[in-house]
């Protein structure tokens, strides 16, 4: 099956961290430039950061620059966001997608679901004291 399941939501106090992950089954990243979006309720879906798997150069939303880190690597066919210092503002929806005809210049202003290949399911991503 062809798909992206993102892992690694959960609760956690401000000022924390947590690390995502989006895992490709049935096809490979190496021709992609993979995002992340969050929505939060009542607000639009925003692109928080991409990477080119190929080159591993990376894009990052101005809200989240200096705090998150995206990477790939250590699992195969494997993208990762580190999210340091989070803010109750980050609490979310958090998904990943790809589409072969997006390169990451244009992913972070890129971001109805349907404009994409694959899109992940989501993860809950909570920030709250």
């Known amino acids: 099956q062809l798909q992206l399941v993102e892992s690694g939501g959960g609760l956690v106090q401000p000022g924390g961290s947590l690390r995502l992950s989006c895992a490709a089954s049935?096809?490979?990243?190496?021709?992609?430039?993979i995002g992340w979006f969050r929505q939060a309720p009542g607000k639009e879906r925003e692109g928080v950061s991409c990477?080119?798997?190929?080159?591993?150069?990376?894009y990052y939303a101005d809200s989240v620059k200096g705090r998150f880190t995206i990477s790939s690597g250590n699992a195969k066919n494997t993208v990762y966001l580190q999210m340091n210092s989070l803010k109750p503002e980050d609490t979310a929806v958090y998904y990943c997608a790809v589409d072969l005809g997006t390169p990451c210049s244009e992913v972070l202003t890129t971001t109805h679901p349907d404009l994409y290949d694959y899109w992940g399911q989501g993860t809950q991503v909570t920030v709250s004291s």
């Open positions: 990477i080119e798997y190929s080159d591993g150069s990376s």
């Open positions: 049935g096809f490979t990243l190496e021709n992609y430039g």
